[in-house]
C-alpha cells in the first residue's frame, strides 16, 4: 500500500489533543446549517475557527446521507487551483476535455454532504464565486467555511468566532499545561493566577497554548507576573488597559520569540517559506547555513527544529511523526521576522530542493524507489506548488520552472493532475520563446499531457515543435521521443503508412541513444496505439519489450508500477481481442496488484473492466455484475467510459447485456447497485480476491433498486425520454454535455434493469416524474457563470483517446 501516506485527502483529521468547550458555539453553528446552507466563521488568526469547524463537521457527519468532505486551502495560493483542489478533496479525478469545475458542479448536483472550506481569507473571491455556483446549482450541499472576513455570497450566515469565556479557558490552560509539566493541575491556590494569564491573553487559544509552554522554565506565578509586565510596556502601565485582539496575539507570539534561542529565532523565520508540510531534509537543504560562514550549521538544524517543537512554534505532522508543519499565523509571524534578502535566499534554496525532488523522482522512475518517490511528491505539493509559482515569478527562474514542471509529468499523470501539469508548463511556455532544451522538454512532456486528456489536435502541434526546437538545439531524444508520438497520432488517425514509417524512425533514434526510459516510453505508447486498433499481436510484442526494458533498467526495475500496471493491462486488452478471457483476467488481476501502490485511478479502472469482461466470459457472471456497477461510478467520475475509445465502449456494452441475460434482470440490478457503491480501493481488493457479491446479501426479502433509485437528475432525464427528446435535444435543454446526457440513460437503465428508453418513458409517464428545473442561461447559453478560476470557456474535446467518442446505446439511439 502507499507508503508513509497517512490521511486520505477530503476526510476529517483525528483530533489529538481534547477540543474544550465552544459549547454554545457549537449549537448555534449547528443550527445555522440546518436553517441555511452557507455559514462562514470568522474571526483573527488564532481565536480556534478551523478547530471549532471541524468539531461541529464532526458532529454532524450523521446528518448528511453522503457525510462530509474537508478541503484544507491553507497551502494553495494560486486560485486558478480551487476547483482542482475540491475535485481532489472529493476523490474526483479529471475528465478528458472537460473543465475542472464543470465537474465538481455535476458531481455535487445529486448528492447530499457536508463541504468544508477551511482558510479561504487569502482565496476569497474564488472561494466566493464556487460557494455562489453551489449553492444555485447543488442544492443537497451546505457549506461551511472558515474565513477572517466573509465571503460575501448572497444566502451566507456569518458567526464572528469569540475568544474562550473564563472557565473554558482555564480548562484550556490546565490540559496543556499538564502536557507540558505532568501532574500540573488547577488548584484554588493558583487559580487566581491562571485566570489573569488568560484573561491577560483574551482568552485567545493560540496565545493560552504558547503561554503554557513556559512553564518549563518558570512557575505558574512568576510566568503570569511576567506576562502582566510586559503587557503593562504596551499599554503604558495601565493594567486596566486593553489591547486590540490581533495584537494580543502577536504580544504572546513575541513572548515565545523571546523565549527561543538565536539560531532558533533564525530557523523559525527561515521555515516561514514552506507552504505545507515539510520533512528534516527539507529543512536542512532550505534553512541551513553555507559551511563557510552563518550561525544555523546544517549539523545543528536537528537539535534548534526539536527545540521549537519543544515550544510548540513547530508542530509534529503525521501519524509517524517524521513531517513538521506550522500554524499560518506562526508563518506570518516568522515571514515578518525574515528580511527581504534573506527571505530571497531561502525561496531560492527551497526551489532548488524540490526541483532536485523532482528531477530525482525522474531519474528514479525504473527503480524500486518509484513507489516511496511518488508519495513523498504527494505530500510535497504544496511546495511543489510554491515553488514553481516563485520561479516562474523571476526572469532566470522559468527555465527551471520548465525543467521541475516536465520532469514531473509522471507525477501529473498518476496523481490525475493533468491540467494542473499543464497549467504550470503553459505558463513557463508562455514567458520564454527563445530555443532551449528545457522549451523543448516543456513542449514534450505538455504535449504529451495533453494527448492523455484527449487534446490530439494541440498537443500533434506541440509535438512537432517539439521536434523543430530539439533539432536546433542538438536534443536528439527530445526529437526521436516527439516523433514516436508523432508515429502514434498517424496510427490512431487511420495513416498507417504514415504512423508505421515514423514510428520505425524514432525507434531506429531510440536504439541509436540507448535511453533507458525513453525506450520504455517508446514500446509502452506503441503497445497501447496498436492495442487500440486491434493489432493484438504487435501490441504484445510492444507491451513484452516494455517489460523487458523495464526489468533490464538500472536498478533492475523491481517494485517499478507506474508503467508496469498500465503494460500489463494492455497485454490484458490484447488477450482480449484475441479470445482468451482467461489469460486476459490474470493479467488484468496483475495490473490492479501494481496499480493499487500508487492509487492509480485510470489503470485500475481499466483493469477493473477488464476483470469484469473476463469473469463474464469465463462463467463468474455475478463477479461481473457487480465490476460492472462498480465501473459504471469510476467512468463517471472519470468522465468517459474506457477513456472515450469507442470500441471498448462497444464491448463494454456486449458484456453488460450477456451478464443481465445470464442473471435475470433482479439479480443483475442488484449486484450492479451494490458495486457502484464501493470506493476504488474497496473494489480492488475484492476484485484481487474473486468475491462474488460486493456485500453480504440482507435477506430474501431486498428489493433491487427501482424507481427510487433515481437521482434528481436521473429523474429529470427520464421525463424528457418519456417527452420523445433524443441524448443531444436532453444534453440540450439540461445544459449539460452528450456525454454526461448518454451516461445519465446508461446509468438508469443499469439501475432499473430495462434494456430500451421505452421502457424509462413508460416509467416516466406511470410515475409522474417531476418536470426538469430549468436553469438559467447567460448570454452564451451557459447556466454556469464565467469567472471561476479553472474555467475556461469554449474549451472542446479532443479526437482519438480520450475524446469522449459518442457511445451507441444497444437499442440504437445516440
Same mark, same amino acid.
Given at each position: 500500500m502507499a507508503l508513509g501516506y497517512t490521511r486520505r485527502t477530503g476526510t476529517l483529521p483525528v483530533e489529538v489533543t481534547g477540543f474544550v468547550g465552544r459549547v454554545a458555539e457549537l449549537d448555534r453553528v449547528r443550527e445555522l446549517l440546518r436553517r441555511s446552507r452557507l455559514a462562514t466563521l470568522i474571526g483573527p488568526g488564532g481565536v480556534g475557527k478551523s478547530r471549532l469547524a471541524l468539531r461541529t463537521a464532526l458532529s454532524l457527519k450523521g446528518e448528511y446521507d453522503d457525510g462530509v468532505?474537508?478541503?484544507?486551502?491553507?497551502?494553495?495560493?494560486?486560485?486558478?487551483?480551487?476547483?482542482?483542489?475540491?475535485?481532489?478533496?472529493?476523490?474526483?479525478?479529471?475528465?478528458?476535455?472537460?473543465?475542472?469545475?464543470?465537474?465538481?458542479?455535476?458531481?455535487?448536483?445529486?448528492?447530499?454532504?457536508?463541504?468544508?472550506?477551511?482558510?479561504?481569507?487569502?482565496?476569497?473571491?474564488?472561494?466566493?464565486?464556487?460557494?455562489?455556483?453551489?449553492?444555485?446549482?447543488?442544492p443537497g450541499v451546505t457549506l461551511l467555511a472558515t474565513s477572517r472576513q466573509p465571503l460575501d455570497v448572497p444566502g451566507e450566515h456569518t458567526l464572528l468566532v469569540p475568544p474562550l469565556g473564563d472557565e473554558d479557558a482555564i480548562e484550556l490552560f490546565a490540559q496543556r499545561a499538564a502536557a507540558v509539566v505532568p501532574g500540573f493541575a488547577v488548584t484554588d491556590g493558583n487559580r487566581g493566577d491562571v485566570l489573569a494569564l488568560c484573561t491577560r491573553l483574551d482568552g485567545i487559544p493560540l496565545a493560552i497554548e504558547l503561554a503554557t509552554v513556559r512553564l518549563r522554565a518558570l512557575p505558574l506565578a512568576q510566568l503570569a507576573a511576567r506576562l502582566e509586565q510586559r503587557f503593562q510596556v504596551l499599554t503604558g502601565g495601565r493594567r486596566s488597559a486593553a489591547l486590540p485582539r490581533h495584537q494580543t496575539l502577536r504580544t504572546a507570539i513575541d513572548w515565545s520569540h523571546d523565549l527561543c534561542s538565536e539560531p532558533e529565532r533564525l530557523l523559525w523565520a527561515r521555515l516561514s517559506v514552506?507552504?505545507?508540510?515539510?520533512?528534516?531534509?527539507?529543512?536542512?537543504?532550505?534553512?541551513?547555513?553555507d559551511e563557510e560562514h552563518g550561525s544555523l550549521a546544517r549539523s545543528e538544524i536537528l537539535e534548534h527544529l526539536v527545540g521549537l517543537v519543544d515550544k510548540s512554534v513547530v508542530l509534529r505532522d503525521g501519524d509517524e511523526g517524521a513531517r513538521y508543519r506550522l500554524l499560518d499565523t506562526i508563518r506570518e509571524y516568522g515571514a515578518d521576522r525574515c528580511t527581504e534578502a534573506e527571505r530571497e535566499r531561502c525561496r531560492r534554496r527551497h526551489r532548488d530542493h524540490y526541483l532536485g525532488?523532482?528531477?530525482?523522482?525522474?531519474?528514479?522512475?525504473?527503480?524500486?524507489?518509484?513507489?516511496?518517490?511518488?508519495?513523498?511528491?504527494?505530500?510535497?505539493?504544496a511546495d511543489l506548488r510554491s515553488a514553481l509559482e516563485y520561479s516562474l515569478s523571476r526572469p532566470d527562474g522559468v527555465r527551471p520552472a520548465l525543467v521541475m514542471a516536465g520532469r514531473l509529468?509522471?507525477?501529473?499523470?498518476?496523481?490525475? $493532475? !493533468?491540467?494542473?501539469?499543464?497549467?504550470?508548463? *503553459?505558463?513557463? #511556455? +508562455?514567458?520564454?520563446? &527563445?530555443?532551449? @532544451?528545457?522549451?523543448?522538454?516543456?513542449?514534450?512532456?505538455?504535449? $504529451? !499531457?495533453?494527448?492523455?486528456?484527449?487534446?490530439? *489536435?494541440?498537443? #500533434? +502541434?506541440?509535438?512537432? &515543435?517539439?521536434? @523543430?526546437?530539439?533539432?536546433?538545439?542538438?536534443?536528439?531524444?527530445?526529437?526521436?521521443?516527439?516523433?514516436?508520438?508523432?508515429? *502514434?497520432?498517424?496510427?490512431?488517425?487511420?495513416? &498507417?503508412?504514415?504512423?508505421?514509417?515514423?514510428?520505425?524512425?524514432?525507434?531506429?533514434?531510440?536504439?541509436?541513444?540507448?535511453?533507458?526510459?525513453?525506450?520504455?516510453?517508446?514500446?509502452?505508447?506503441?503497445?497501447?496505439?496498436?492495442?487500440?486498433?486491434?493489432?493484438?499481436?504487435?501490441?504484445?510484442?510492444?507491451?513484452?519489450?516494455?517489460?523487458?526494458?523495464?526489468?533490464?533498467?538500472?536498478?533492475?526495475?523491481?517494485?517499478?508500477?507506474?508503467?508496469?500496471?498500465?503494460?500489463?493491462?494492455?497485454?490484458?486488452?490484447a488477450a482480449w481481442t484475441r479470445g482468451d478471457a482467461p489469460e486476459s483476467v490474470r493479467l488484468a488481476r496483475e495490473s490492479l496488484r501494481s496499480s493499487r501502490e500508487l492509487r492509480d485511478s485510470y489503470a485500475a479502472t481499466n483493469s477493473l473492466e477488464l476483470l469484469a469482461w473476463g469473469s463474464a466470459e469465463t462463467g463468474c457472471n455475478r463477479l461481473a455484475a457487480w465490476l460492472l456497477g462498480t465501473c459504471s461510478e469510476l467512468w463517471r467520475k472519470i468522465g468517459s467510459p474506457m477513456i472515450g475509445v469507442a470500441i471498448y465502449q462497444d464491448d463494454h456494452s456486449r458484456v453488460e447485456e450477456q451478464v443481465r441475460g445470464a442473471l435475470g434482470p433482479a439479480e443483475f440490478q442488484l449486484l450492479f447497485a451494490q458495486g457502484a457503491q464501493l470506493s476504488l480501493d474497496q473494489a480492488v481488493e475484492l476484485a484481487l480476491a474473486g468475491a462474488t457479491r460486493p456485500l453480504?446479501?440482507?435477506?430474501?426479502?431486498?428489493?433491487?433498486?427501482?424507481?427510487?433509485?433515481?437521482?434528481?437528475?436521473?429523474?429529470?432525464?427520464?421525463?424528457?425520454?418519456?417527452?420523445?427528446?433524443?441524448?443531444?435535444?436532453?444534453?440540450?435543454?439540461?445544459?449539460?454535455?452528450?456525454?454526461?446526457?448518454?451516461?445519465?440513460?446508461?446509468?438508469?437503465?443499469?439501475?432499473?434493469?430495462?434494456?430500451?428508453?421505452?421502457?424509462?418513458?413508460?416509467?416516466?409517464?406511470?410515475?409522474?416524474?417531476?418536470?426538469?428545473?430549468?436553469?438559467?442561461?447567460?448570454?452564451?447559453?451557459?447556466?454556469?457563470?464565467?469567472?471561476?478560476?479553472?474555467?475556461e470557456p469554449g474549451a472542446g474535446t479532443g479526437t482519438g483517446a480520450g475524446s469522449g467518442t459518442p457511445r451507441r446505446r444497444s437499442d440504437g439511439r445516440s
Amino acid at each position: 500500500m502507499a507508503l508513509g501516506y497517512t490521511r486520505r485527502t477530503g476526510t476529517l483529521p483525528v483530533e489529538v489533543t481534547g477540543f474544550v468547550g465552544r459549547v454554545a458555539e457549537l449549537d448555534r453553528v449547528r443550527e445555522l446549517l440546518r436553517r441555511s446552507r452557507l455559514a462562514t466563521l470568522i474571526g483573527p488568526g488564532g481565536v480556534g475557527k478551523s478547530r471549532l469547524a471541524l468539531r461541529t463537521a464532526l458532529s454532524l457527519k450523521g446528518e448528511y446521507d453522503d457525510g462530509v468532505v474537508l478541503v484544507e486551502l491553507s497551502a494553495l495560493h494560486d486560485p486558478e487551483l480551487l476547483p482542482g483542489a475540491v475535485a481532489d478533496a472529493l476523490g474526483l479525478p479529471e475528465q478528458s476535455g472537460r473543465v475542472m469545475v464543470d465537474v465538481v458542479v455535476e458531481h455535487l448536483e445529486d448528492l447530499r454532504l457536508l463541504l468544508v472550506l477551511d482558510t479561504c481569507e487569502h482565496l476569497l473571491d474564488a472561494c466566493a464565486l464556487l460557494a455562489d455556483l453551489l449553492l444555485r446549482e447543488a442544492p443537497g450541499v451546505t457549506l461551511l467555511a472558515t474565513s477572517r472576513q466573509p465571503l460575501d455570497v448572497p444566502g451566507e450566515h456569518t458567526l464572528l468566532v469569540p475568544p474562550l469565556g473564563d472557565e473554558d479557558a482555564i480548562e484550556l490552560f490546565a490540559q496543556r499545561a499538564a502536557a507540558v509539566v505532568p501532574g500540573f493541575a488547577v488548584t484554588d491556590g493558583n487559580r487566581g493566577d491562571v485566570l489573569a494569564l488568560c484573561t491577560r491573553l483574551d482568552g485567545i487559544p493560540l496565545a493560552i497554548e504558547l503561554a503554557t509552554v513556559r512553564l518549563r522554565a518558570l512557575p505558574l506565578a512568576q510566568l503570569a507576573a511576567r506576562l502582566e509586565q510586559r503587557f503593562q510596556v504596551l499599554t503604558g502601565g495601565r493594567r486596566s488597559a486593553a489591547l486590540p485582539r490581533h495584537q494580543t496575539l502577536r504580544t504572546a507570539i513575541d513572548w515565545s520569540h523571546d523565549l527561543c534561542s538565536e539560531p532558533e529565532r533564525l530557523l523559525w523565520a527561515r521555515l516561514s517559506v514552506f507552504a505545507g508540510s515539510f520533512d528534516l531534509t527539507a529543512v536542512e537543504e532550505v534553512c541551513s547555513d553555507d559551511e563557510e560562514h552563518g550561525s544555523l550549521a546544517r549539523s545543528e538544524i536537528l537539535e534548534h527544529l526539536v527545540g521549537l517543537v519543544d515550544k510548540s512554534v513547530v508542530l509534529r505532522d503525521g501519524d509517524e511523526g517524521a513531517r513538521y508543519r506550522l500554524l499560518d499565523t506562526i508563518r506570518e509571524y516568522g515571514a515578518d521576522r525574515c528580511t527581504e534578502a534573506e527571505r530571497e535566499r531561502c525561496r531560492r534554496r527551497h526551489r532548488d530542493h524540490y526541483l532536485g525532488r523532482a528531477s530525482y523522482f525522474f531519474e528514479m522512475l525504473l527503480t524500486a524507489e518509484q513507489v516511496p518517490l511518488y508519495w513523498q511528491l504527494h505530500r510535497d505539493l504544496a511546495d511543489l506548488r510554491s515553488a514553481l509559482e516563485y520561479s516562474l515569478s523571476r526572469p532566470d527562474g522559468v527555465r527551471p520552472a520548465l525543467v521541475m514542471a516536465g520532469r514531473l509529468w509522471p507525477f501529473w499523470s498518476t496523481a490525475g $493532475l !493533468l491540467k494542473e501539469g499543464r497549467y504550470w508548463l *503553459g505558463k513557463g #511556455l +508562455a514567458l520564454d520563446h &527563445e530555443p532551449s @532544451r528545457e522549451r523543448s522538454q516543456a513542449l514534450l512532456w505538455g504535449s $504529451l !499531457l495533453a494527448v492523455m486528456q484527449g487534446d490530439v *489536435g494541440p498537443a #500533434l +502541434a506541440g509535438f512537432q &515543435e517539439t521536434c @523543430r526546437i530539439a533539432e536546433a538545439c542538438g536534443s536528439e531524444l527530445d526529437r526521436v521521443l516527439a516523433l514516436g508520438y508523432i508515429g *502514434g497520432i498517424a496510427w490512431m488517425s487511420g495513416d &498507417e503508412a504514415n504512423g508505421r514509417g515514423t514510428s520505425s524512425e524514432a525507434l531506429a533514434g531510440q536504439l541509436r541513444i540507448g535511453d533507458p526510459l525513453g525506450l520504455v516510453v517508446h514500446h509502452h505508447t506503441s503497445a497501447y496505439i496498436q492495442s487500440l486498433i486491434r493489432r493484438s499481436d504487435e501490441s504484445d510484442a510492444h507491451a513484452d519489450e516494455a517489460l523487458r526494458r523495464i526489468s533490464e533498467a538500472p536498478g533492475g526495475g523491481v517494485g517499478e508500477c507506474m508503467i508496469t500496471s498500465q503494460v500489463l493491462g494492455i497485454k490484458g486488452m490484447a488477450a482480449w481481442t484475441r479470445g482468451d478471457a482467461p489469460e486476459s483476467v490474470r493479467l488484468a488481476r496483475e495490473s490492479l496488484r501494481s496499480s493499487r501502490e500508487l492509487r492509480d485511478s485510470y489503470a485500475a479502472t481499466n483493469s477493473l473492466e477488464l476483470l469484469a469482461w473476463g469473469s463474464a466470459e469465463t462463467g463468474c457472471n455475478r463477479l461481473a455484475a457487480w465490476l460492472l456497477g462498480t465501473c459504471s461510478e469510476l467512468w463517471r467520475k472519470i468522465g468517459s467510459p474506457m477513456i472515450g475509445v469507442a470500441i471498448y465502449q462497444d464491448d463494454h456494452s456486449r458484456v453488460e447485456e450477456q451478464v443481465r441475460g445470464a442473471l435475470g434482470p433482479a439479480e443483475f440490478q442488484l449486484l450492479f447497485a451494490q458495486g457502484a457503491q464501493l470506493s476504488l480501493d474497496q473494489a480492488v481488493e475484492l476484485a484481487l480476491a474473486g468475491a462474488t457479491r460486493p456485500l453480504n446479501p440482507t435477506g430474501p426479502g431486498d428489493r433491487p433498486p427501482s424507481y427510487e433509485s433515481l437521482t434528481r437528475r436521473e429523474r429529470e432525464v427520464a421525463t424528457l425520454v418519456s417527452a420523445g427528446l433524443t441524448n443531444r435535444e436532453i444534453s440540450e435543454q439540461l445544459v449539460i454535455s452528450k456525454r454526461t446526457a448518454d451516461a445519465h440513460i446508461e446509468h438508469i437503465l443499469a439501475k432499473l434493469g430495462f434494456s430500451s428508453r421505452t421502457q424509462i418513458a413508460a416509467l416516466a409517464q406511470g410515475r409522474g416524474l417531476p418536470r426538469p428545473r430549468t436553469s438559467e442561461r447567460g448570454a452564451n447559453g451557459s447556466a454556469r457563470g464565467g469567472g471561476i478560476p479553472g474555467k475556461e470557456p469554449g474549451a472542446g474535446t479532443g479526437t482519438g483517446a480520450g475524446s469522449g467518442t459518442p457511445r451507441r446505446r444497444s437499442d440504437g439511439r445516440s
